[in-house]
């Protein structure tokens, strides 16, 4: 069999084969480890996969790699980013540690009324080129699918045009995006007092605006995400904003029990929604039923750390009672200005108790479910899109064991050298 | 004037000038930023700093660099590492995340001993191939000036043997490497239950030898080091250690109260050691001490972060009381498998409250300081080495409000472009 590609000698392949879906429970463990393992690649996509004598006897490459020393495994996919924003709140940060309190940041024009307002003033390429050095900083460190939301703009024309800018950067750089229309992220100061007006306008107008963008194209719709939180959407708004979306075809996320439990992650259940997001402080019982259901439990440790927060996802309780767990980044510009995947790893062992498997299990094949993709990247599997990272460790549990750095040496994208 | 060097138009030009020693109090605070700065450099040193404007009136270099829109600032300097060691204990970090205690990992032959057993068998190639690597990924991070311990060597030879890889190191690659002699790191097993033996062999045998290895050169002695611990060296052999070695002319440091409070950062006030470092568990009394000391306070804010606990340097306190304090990373295989300075910054500012301008006067001039090398690097100032970093962000409240990622763009050791 003739390749564009061969990769050979890996110390460890880890193919977190997984044909079934996300890997649930106890099978996070497993990652379908090939040593000195190789993997063929021909036109984009992953032809063979075994250890490196039995490709050696039946494929010929172009291209060859040798990965020996070295693990290699699928891109990571990163299902929850706010890609898009203008602007940056280092004062904010700076305040906060100075004792300013979320409100007090919020009275006075920051928190993310001061990214929608630099947000909208921007034009798309002034939003793609601020965008760029951050999908630049993702693929560096092994990115190679992310979900991009929108959420900054909260007119119907603002948020349009940060979903024109997702695209517009699909087309630019090797990160592919999976985009998520977040029209309720916020409240916008104009809508102040008048949050159920709003939700409103997000439903009459906004969701439909937005299909129309993607259904013209021939394309599926994106993702309906919702902010449900105190001081932003409640549980029946969210609801109403997430059942309209389902109405008209939109497949759902859902931010959840960031701050407080508003009953999100059973709305997400009851919903179908795809992912349930953040999970902080979520009751035992809805714990239970996100574990039991299809709804993929998306954590974003790079927020508590962040905010210096002590409390994380109980992703330790989600795993053992059989659900699907996914790791994201969150990157923003409030809470987490963060692009590496690999540092999320490093947050999820040491403050979630996750060990260094389940974790590269939650990033990479869990991820690409939440964002469902799981059927084209994720896994390194015949027939699946050639989206794989070489790293500069000598065996998968150094990936969560050193942090602070970029183990990422090589990435490829479809096939193609990309870092 | 003529200059090899010209780095020009930075958006800020963090000079953290500082000409009568560490910056203490308030006073770290203060960077010396000069916006739209200049540094020229002739012969590896600083000849000029100031005003874009101003150098370019007086000086004519061969080399220009435009920073633009970057931040500039002294290297990174790292005043507590454990750099050279053999292996890695990425199994050790499995077995905590799945509830093994210390102790446990200790019974079964693993923490420092397992890297003195490696250490130990390991040539000073092996070491000094072994070591390299991190030393690239320190420099890429903005390292130019490291403390690097010995400590796993444990035997007269082997400790010896550390200190001339810290050598072999310096001369193979342009982080300056400055060496501790740490022989009371931990109680080798051949001398279990029989501690006070072994700090009869470090006081009688090992600092004469590593004494003689120096003066032979010619060169000044290097610091003397004790991990003062439960389960290390008490105070009293601490105590025993330092005097000795104090009286035969070495400068000291101390490691303290990172698990139990000892009493021995009342020991370094007394005995006018250099720095005092770890510091997490100390009593508010003897942080009063120390901040009135001329002892430097170096917090290793990894360590915590990479054990997962919970309580940090109670910094604010130190620098509220007019201490002065650093920053280090820590880096060894079994609490901190970190080079990157710019992430301590993160986590400073996080889990101590530092504000942005202090993580860096403590990550630059007083870092310096804590290793005796504050005159010659951690500041941009006439006269000093010109070891410069180049930041790809738009000014520094970025450094720390950024993480998990490396915002170093250049660096230049000596006035060489070295990344």
Redesign the interface.
Known sequence: MHADLLIHSAAQLLTLASPAGPKRGAAMQDLGIIEDGAVAVAEGEIIAVGTTAELRATVQARREIDAAGRVVMPGFVDPHTHLVFAG????E??LR??GATYMEIMAAGGGIMNTVRRTRAASEEELAAQAM?RLR?MLA?GTTTAEAKSGYGLTTADELKMLRVVDRLAGQQPVELVPTFLGAHAVPAEYAGRADAYVELVIEEMLPAVAAYYREQGRSLPFCDVFCEDGAFSLEQSRRILEAARGMGFPLKIHVDEFQPLGGTRLAVELGAVSADHLVCTPAEEIALLARSNTIAVSLP?TP????H?AYTPARAIIDQGGALALATDLNPGTC????M??MLALA???M????AEAISAATINAAHAIRMGHRVGSIEKGKQADIIIL?L??Y??L???????PVQMVIKRGQVVV
Chains 1, 2 share one sequence.
Do not use: I, V
Not at 88 to 91: C, F, G, K, L
Not at 353 to 356: D, E, F, G, Q, R
């Open positions: 940056s709140r280092e004062d940060f700076e540690l100075k050095p900083r460190h790079g750390f962040g905010l210096a002590p200005y963060c692009e590496s690999p540092f062992c040491r403050y108790k996750l060990w260094p500069d000598p065996n549990r150094h969560p064991y050193r942090f602070g750095t970029n």
